[in-house]
């Protein structure tokens, strides 16, 4: 299960995925969108449902889905996400819990509704796109509120990595620096785009994580694309 896979990093996570010879479940926003930019990645035998991270009951349906297609889950990357610039001096309330609610309580939701499946495969694994900004506050051009919500889906990875631990569920935190997608595109202060990461740089380490033995497990991974000395 993809979540956010109709464009940017989460298509290139789909895409990796299917050529990897994955069979895919994809969470999206518009189903129509999905067939259209990620070809045959998103056929037949793909399962593309909707889900919207504000819609919990789209999360039900979703996992209830690819259950009934598949009769398995195996697998569960939480990569939809959002970015608000929300500081102490501009942003809406409404924005802050918007992005808590993409951000952070769609995770849970999925991750809270997938882990019976995981456990029952027996050699289940989660991947959440966090980002360098889970890691710390950089300076005042970053989103306080997305980097807030960012460390809250770190500590939500470090406690589903003990839910899962007993059956075979390994969890990983993933870290990426800025990465060249339509979610940052003209905000002001990110990475500039030569230094961004590509985004198949990152399915590629998406594919690697889901791969590896219960006994190689990484429970937070950064991939910086800036000079920083603790990261």
């Known amino acids: 299960m993809i979540s956010g896979a109709s464009r940017g ?3 290139a996570i789909a895409r990796r995925l299917h050529g990897d010879g994955y069979t895919l479940s994809l969470g999206v926003r518009d189903p129509d969108r999905t067939h259209e930019s990620l070809g045959p990645a998103a056929e037949a035998p793909t399962l593309v449902e909707r889900f919207d991270a504000t819609e919990p009951a789209t999360a039900r349906r979703w996992v209830d889905a690819t259950i009934a297609r598949f009769g398995r889950l195996d697998g569960l990357v939480n990569n939809a996400g959002l970015l ?8 809406s309330e409404a924005e802050l819990d918007e992005l808590w609610q993409v951000n952070v309580k769609g995770p849970f939701r999925l991750i809270r509704l997938a882990l019976p499946h995981l456990r029952a495969a027996g050699h289940g694994r989660i991947v959440n796109v966090a980002s360098t900004d889970a890691k710390r506050y950089r300076d005042p051009s970053v989103s306080i509120g997305y980097a807030m919500s960012k460390h809250a889906l770190l500590a939500l990875s470090h406690a589903a990595k003990f839910a899962g631990w007993d059956a075979g569920v390994r969890v990983t935190a993933l870290c990426p620096g800025a990465i060249d997608t339509e979610l940052i595109a003209g905000l002001a202060g990110v990475t500039p785009g030569a230094n961004r990461l ?7 380490i998406v594919s690697l994580l889901l791969r590896l033995p219960d006994t190689a497990t990484i429970a937070e991974l950064v991939v910086n694309t800036r000079l920083e000395s603790t990261l």
């Open 9 to 11: 990093l989460g298509a």
């Open 84 to 91: 608000k610039m929300v500081t102490f001096d501009e942003g």
């Open 198 to 204: 590509a985004p198949d740089t990152v399915a590629e």
